[in-house]
């Protein structure tokens, strides 16, 4: 009897280890896979231009999975090698911290059951994490910087002015370093607590979004319930985070929010990751005419690479969203805003960002407006943007 327990007992703790060791694995596998495609065809004028571009992307999720980025898999969407065979310079790594069960891009209950959470508990992440939004974004953070004290060759974290120069001067000598930047994806990141924007800023923490799919203590999301516009306590947040030089990423955000948040400063806006709706009518996008209000505001609107953003995924689609935002904003507003590893299936990884290039080429593009958008007005948004040490 004894025996039969033991061997039990055993059997048991060695299904939790197998859980445990692929679960995180086989998960990812399912929520951030790639369309299957045959290896798109690249001109040769294509590949010389992309090789001369510095490449930078506001937003990629890949700091919520169990991958180390200093190796290359063979899924997700975003790794160092992977990034160095697309020719990626500057990532924005957003933090992912709460995300509601059923999501949609319709109507999401803020009281609705967290997927997020188990998520962490199966990652084996530490217990402050579980209950705690801002010890998410703040594990995050530190799995970047942990990378970069690793692999401090190939990958730095960006914080300042004085950081992203050092970076263009380091990346002149050595192409395949890459620079990575700290965001938050919803300021329920903040506990509803304004002190954890300095804790999050001491922390590496440069962009904070206001909103993901759900009304928070700040405010209205565009996927949520309400409707409504900035809160009391989200005046107060933004506040605040334009008083530390942090960049306010609207995406997901209600369109009361967004426009409250135009009012309030006449600070630059990003939308870190979306499409125009007047291209893909998808209740993801808000409406063109405030797009225009926000770029002429300074702002950076960077196309997403997902069918939910763009009505497709190929790179041809994502050349024609960015051609559309080119003609409704001008080139000098419109970024790449990928959203690689944030649960989302798109038609190539970042290995192969050079099909951009070459749909872009294709679609009548310039090469001066080409440089812009895949990094050009990052770089210059970041020295305007970043606080200066
Ligand atoms: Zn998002």
């Given at each position: ?42 001109s ?20 919520l ?16 090698p ?26 999401n ?9 188990s998520l ?13 939004l ?16 690793r ?17 263009l ?5 050595n ?35 206001l ?20 809160t009391?306590?989200g005046?107060q ?28 400063s ?13 291209h ?26 997902w ?40 038609g ?22 080409i ?15 970043l606080?200066?040490?």
């Amino acid at each position: 009897m004894k025996k039969i327990v033991l061997t039990l007992l055993v059997l048991f703790v060695a299904l939790v280890l197998v859980a445990l060791g692929l679960g995180p694995a086989y998960l990812e596998k399912t929520m951030n896979s790639v369309s299957p495609h045959s290896p798109y065809s690249v001109s040769e004028r294509a590949k010389t231009l992309h090789a001369s571009l510095l490449i930078g992307d506001w937003h990629a999720d890949s700091a919520l999975w169990d991958r180390d980025l200093s190796k290359e898999y063979d899924y997700g969407h975003a790794d160092i090698p992977r990034m160095q065979q697309g020719n990626m310079a500057l990532q924005m790594f957003t933090t992912v911290t709460k995300s509601p069960a059923g999501q949609n891009y319709d109507s999401n209950k803020t009281s609705a059951r967290d997927n997020i959470t188990s998520l962490v508990v199966i990652q084996g992440w530490p217990i402050k994490t579980w209950n705690s939004l801002t010890e998410r974004a703040l594990f995050q953070a530190e799995k970047i910087h942990n990378l970069a004290r690793r692999d401090g060759e190939n990958f730095m974290v960006i914080q300042s002015q004085t950081d992203l120069a050092i970076f263009l001067e380091r990346r002149a000598l050595n192409p395949s370093l890459i620079g990575g930047l700290l965001g938050t994806e919803g300021s329920h990141a903040l506990d509803g607590n304004v002190d954890n924007i300095q804790r999050l800023y001491d922390s590496g923490f440069r962009m904070m979004s206001l909103q993901h799919f759900f009304d928070n203590k700040l405010g209205g999301s565009l996927h949520g319930l309400s409707g409504l516009g900035l809160t009391e306590f989200g005046r107060q947040a933004v506040t605040q985070m334009l008083a530390l030089d942090i960049m306010i990423d609207v995406s997901h955000s209600s369109e009361s929010v967004v426009r409250d948040t135009l009012g309030l400063s006449d600070q630059p806006l990003l939308v870190s990751h979306t499409g125009f709706q007047g291209h893909c009518d998808s209740p993801r996008n808000i409406s063109d005419l405030l797009m225009q209000k926000i770029a002429e505001q300074g702002g950076l609107i960077a196309v997403g690479f997902w069918d939910g953003a763009i009505c497709d995924n190929t790179p041809k689609s994502v050349a024609a969203a960015i051609n559309y935002g080119i003609q409704l904003v001008g080139a000098d507003h419109v970024a790449l805003g990928s959203d690689f590893d944030g649960s989302i299936t798109p038609g190539f990884d970042t290995s192969e960002l050079v099909a951009i290039t070459h749909e872009l080429l294709e679609s009548g593009a310039t090469e001066s407006q080409i440089r812009q958008v895949m990094g050009g007005n990052m770089v210059l948004f970041l020295q305007n943007n970043l606080p200066k040490h």
